[in-house]
């Protein structure tokens, strides 16, 4: 199977694991984000895939061959790390090309590849430039056409645009998957920015605790949580409790049929994204609550409403704004198919 395989790979630092019996398939070509809250991981997988970290237990393959003990330089890898350690003395071209000149080839072929690869980064032209000269997105890009100048098989980002201002970061995060499309070459990228993680991935990886919660496309990870950790973290949820017979299900106190609840569980937790829960006139069998706070976001309007001791939130375009104020009472439907069934 061509591409990056990660077979139980365990790290421990001491008695404390940091990485636990992680399983992940990343297909030849794809792009893959690995994504968590501060601590989950991620970064000591990311060191490991590069060779910087060995795993304490557990193998990791590339195009087929066990790597697990190949040293970095070896692995025929392109990094990109937050630190871009581009060199400050250097001119963007001689960065670009240094890793070219270090395997020795030649001048000309060098001068080639550099034109080539400033093209891709839409920075022709700017091969003489000191790197000091550059803006923040511009070094990122050379920091980025630096580690492909060797067309390595694995391409490696931890947290690659941090260090950027938030719309500056947005149009990278379009450009980087872009580029990446182009080249059809296999990325795994860190990042702790969910946003991120959907614009880029083909495969959003959750992590949390050492372990993948989740591995799935975007739209997946968004519309059919594993689980609630992985519901709470990605995007907004409402995550509601609801208790189930052979028959039917209780959700804040009104019975909700048509749920797809696992053969033998009597309670669980709904997670329903905002913008599928839907406000009505209260009566007709409808979950009755009162609204507590109208939050109107320009693009979007939330609407917050409590019931049974429980804090639901509605989204909805303001052109479909629904008609209530603080202190009504109102109906709350929830279609089962949109309500995606877990384990408490
Ligand atoms: P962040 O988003 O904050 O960078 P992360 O998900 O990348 O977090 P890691 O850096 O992989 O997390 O760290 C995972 C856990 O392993 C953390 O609890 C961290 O303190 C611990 N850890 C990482 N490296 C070492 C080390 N060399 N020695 C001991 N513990 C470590």
């Known amino acids: 199977m061509s591409g990056l395989t990660l077979q139980n790979v365990t ?18 070509g794809t792009f893959v984000c690995l994504l968590g809250p501060s601590g989950c991981g991620k970064t000591t997988l ?28 070896k692995r025929d890898l392109g990094m ?19 890793s070219l000149r270090i395997r020795g080839v030649g001048k000309e072929e060098q001068k080639k590849r550099v034109d080539e690869l400033l093209s891709m ?4 032209g700017y ?20 580690a492909l100048a060797i067309s390595p098989k694995l391409f490696l980002l931890d947290e690659p645009l941090s260090a950027l201002d938030a719309k500056l970061r947005e149009a990278m995060q379009v450009e980087l998957r872009q580029l990446q499309q182009r080249l059809g070459i296999t990325t795994i990228v860190v990042t702790h920015d969910q946003r991120e993680a959907m ?33 709470d973290f990605i995007g907004m949820t409402n995550l509601i409790d609801f208790s189930a017979d052979a028959t039917s299900a209780s959700v804040l106190g009104a019975p909700v049929s048509g749920l ?11 997670s329903v994204r905002p913008e599928d829960v839907r406000l009505t006139a209260p009566g007709n069998g409808a979950i009755t609550g009162t ?3 109208v939050r109107d976001l320009g693009g979007t309007v939330e609407t917050f409403v409590e019931a049974g001791g429980k804090q639901i939130v509605a989204v909805s375009m303001p052109n479909a704004r629904p008609d209530v104020s603080v202190g009504q009472s109102v109906g709350i439907q929830l279609d089962p198919a949109d309500c995606v069934v877990l384990k408490s």
């Open 199 to 231: 614009t880029m991935a083909d495969t959003v990886v959750v992590m949390s605790g050492g372990e993948i919660r989740q591995a799935a496309p975007p739209v997946e990870i968004y519309r059919r949580p594993a689980d609630t950790f992985v519901a």
């Open 11 to 28: 790290k421990q630092f001491g008695t404390f694991t940091a990485v636990k019996n992680v399983q992940l398939t990343v297909p030849h």
């Open 80 to 98: 990109v790390f937050q630190s871009l350690a581009l060199f400050p003395h250097l001119t963007v071209g001689e960065n670009i090309a240094y």
């Open 46 to 73: 990311m060191r490991m895939v590069a060779g910087l970290d060995l795993p304490t237990s557990g193998e990791i393959r590339l195009d087929d061959r066990d790597i697990t003990h190949v040293p970095t330089h």
């Open 127 to 146: 091969a003489d430039r000191p790197v000091a000269k550059l803006s923040g997105g511009q070094r990122q890009r050379v920091a980025i056409a630096r």
């Open 291 to 293: 609204v507590t706070f």
């Open 121 to 124: 980064i839409h920075l022709s």
């Open 260 to 270: 797809a609840i696992p053969s033998g569980l009597t309670s669980g937790i709904l």
